[in-house]
């Protein structure tokens, strides 16, 4: 890396989107059908703007599985589909490689701070090098892609999924904000603390809660008084507006729908904030509430020259993340 390569904002030329399947064994075995079916809505969503690097584990059978697809209507040309490569979990944001001006980089990935098992999902990026063109530098520390938001110079963030003894135990606060300039280029962190949703095993992951769509422009999960995390929510609209103030940003405030689980009532982290920008679309996670056609109407405000593509992704809440968490952007770049 140089001193003048930095992570690029999500709002530039995306090359593919890197998932992975679910597969049956795996954390998702309770509502692996619903999931897989999510899967598809979004495979046939993204495959209409950009081609998808797809993992598939390599228990499941690749013909039987490109059959599957190609019943569903599916333009498998632009879906290649990888099934040598182990994976643990299908979060792919959080140990997929990140994509910098200059070529790609990893973060090590410990389950969130050894919540899951990891050990395979951290092998992905350099086991995926033959699609990237090349190996991703390893930075050499624990973080997510999730917990990492970026307009090309300021990273916000959340402090209690970065600052964290169970990530990088002998790192301070200062050496975390030394290793993540290094790395990512950027000229100032805006630090969050504090925001949780409950549920969300991330420790608050940035990307559920607050994010970019411009360089002025935030997005964010905005209040709500009768919401289980009310007092979360809150801060985080007080934290944003002492923080926009300071920079001259516009905030943008989605609904905070209380979704529970169709499995066992449990409170979902149900967020709008995990759209994902990709070629001139905003491909929004809506859940079939009342709230989704808020959502709808506050990001075609806050990104007018988008076209805004809903996916139905409450299957997805159930394992505690949404679109963006499953999916990460390679962007259009030379290593």
């Known amino acids: 890396m140089t001193d003048k390569s930095y992570l690029l904002p999500e709002w530039e030329k995306t090359r593919s989107i890197l998932m992975a399947w679910p597969y ?12 897989q079916r999510c899967y598809i809505d979004m495979l046939h969503a993204f495959s209409q703007v950009v081609d998808v690097w797809l993992l598939l584990h390599p228990s499941i059978d690749l013909a039987t599985f490109r059959q599957r697809l190609e019943d569903t209507g599916l333009n498998l040309a632009r879906i ?6 182990m994976y643990n979990d299908t979060w792919t944001r959080d140990y997929g490689p990140l994509s910098c001006n200059s070529g790609y980089i990893q973060f090590q990935f410990n389950g969130w701070g050894g919540k899951y098992s990891a050990a395979d999902d951290n092998r992905v990026p350099s086991n995926i090098r033959n699609w990237l063109g090349a190996s991703p530098i390893d930075a050499g520390f624990v973080c997510e892609g999730g917990g990492l938001e970026t307009n090309g110079s300021v990273l916000l963030v959340n402090k209690d999924c970065i600052v964290d003894p169970l990530r990088n135990p002998t790192m301070t606060e200062d050496e975390v904000s030394r290793q993540l300039q290094r790395w990512l280029g950027v000229e100032a962190i805006e630090w969050l603390s504090n925001i949780h949703l409950t549920g969300d095993d991330t420790d608050g992951h940035i990307d559920t809660i607050a994010r970019f769509v411009a360089v002025d422009v935030v997005v964010y999960a905005g209040r709500n008084a009768a919401h289980v995390d009310a007092s979360s929510l809150l801060a985080l609209h007080q934290q944003l507006e002492a923080i926009a103030a300071k920079r001259g940003w516009s905030l943008f405030e989605l609904p905070s729908p209380q979704i529970c689980s169709a499995i066992d009532g449990r409170v979902l982290p149900a967020t709008y904030a995990n759209f994902l920008l990709c070629n001139q679309h905003v491909f929004l996670p809506v859940y079939g509430v009342a709230e989704d056609a808020l959502a709808i109407a506050v990001i075609e405000r806050a990104c007018p020259s988008y ?5 139905r992704c409450q299957a997805l809440l159930e394992q505690h993340g949404s679109l963006h968490c499953a999916t ?8």
């Open 24 to 35: 049956p064994g795996s954390d998702w075995q309770a509502n692996l059908v619903a999931a």
């Open 80 to 85: 290649h589909i990888e099934n040598s490569v």
């Open 307 to 311: 076209k805004v593509v809903p996916v």
């Open 328 to 335: 990460m952007q390679v962007m259009d770049i030379t290593p």
